[in-house]
């Protein structure tokens, strides 16, 4: 079992719509969780961290995290093109970060 | 506020040849660095990471090596390159930032080098 698996897509939604990116991971003490996206040819970016269980928006992102059954996933509302980029969940372990191999978003107007 | 470079942009190496890339954090002291590499169309492999000066951490065996000279920065290097080396590195770095909800850890990536061994 990979330490942090996400479905690779590609997640196909229309512009507008919400786009619903899930992730699970193995390791039950990890305390950390974030989201990366990444546009093709360019280095991840941070756009949400996440500590503890329940959700936490900021601005149309709202990541949420469920410990018991150890998956995270991040929400996009109101998708619009630019969005459309891989994302990648990453989890804290002991001194690194491991990351998922990404989920691939395509929005389309 | 903490800025990470890397260079070069790109690199266009002939096979054998060596290869030195450099990263440089600002703005914070004593982080942790990772060198990250991602293959075409592929996710993220982590290839080692440092938690301080000359303590280096290899994730995969391969033919290339890294070292931390001083504090803030950290060098990816190879003797001889391979076809297989081919790809976009990424240089990170981590720490700890404080804010209104208490202080939690982060990691930034710099812009990396995306290098073709031909």
């Known amino acids: 079992q990979k330490e942090v698996e996400q479905n690779s897509g590609p997640l196909s939604v229309p512009e507008g719509a919400i786009a619903s990116l899930n992730c699970t991971y193995s390791?039950?003490?990890?305390?950390?969780f974030f989201w990366y996206r990444q546009y093709s040819g360019k280095s991840p970016e941070l756009i949400m961290s996440?500590?503890?269980?329940g959700d936490k928006e900021d601005g149309r992102f709202t990541a949420q995290l469920n410990k018991a059954s150890q998956y995270v996933s991040l929400l996009i509302r109101d998708s619009q093109p630019s969005d459309s980029a891989t994302y990648l969940c990453?989890?804290?372990?002991?001194?690194?970060?491991?990351f998922g191999t990404g989920t691939r978003l395509l929005v389309s107007p | 506020s903490q800025t990470i470079h890397q260079w070069p942009a790109t690199l266009v190496q002939p096979v054998g040849s060596p290869l030195s890339l450099e990263c440089t954090v600002e703005?914070?002291?004593?982080?942790?660095l990772y060198w990250y590499r991602q293959a075409a169309g592929r996710g993220l492999q982590l290839l080692f990471y440092?938690?301080?000066?000359?303590?280096i951490s290899s994730e995969v065996p391969q033919n290339l090596s890294a070292s931390r000279p001083q504090d803030r920065q950290f060098i990816l290097s190879s003797k001889k390159l391979l076809l297989s080396d081919s790809g976009f590195y990424l240089c990170?770095?981590?720490?700890?930032?404080?804010?209104?909800?208490?202080?939690?850890?982060?990691?930034?990536f710099g812009a990396g080098t995306r290098l073709s061994v031909l």
């Open positions: 990170a770095w981590s720490g700890y930032a404080t804010g209104a909800k208490g202080t939690k850890n982060i990691q930034y």
């Open positions: 390791d039950r003490g990890s305390q950390s």
């Open positions: 996440i500590y503890s269980n």
């Open positions: 990453a989890v804290l372990g002991f001194q690194k970060l491991v």
């Open positions: 703005g914070t002291s004593n982080p942790n």
């Open positions: 440092s938690v301080g000066i000359g303590q």
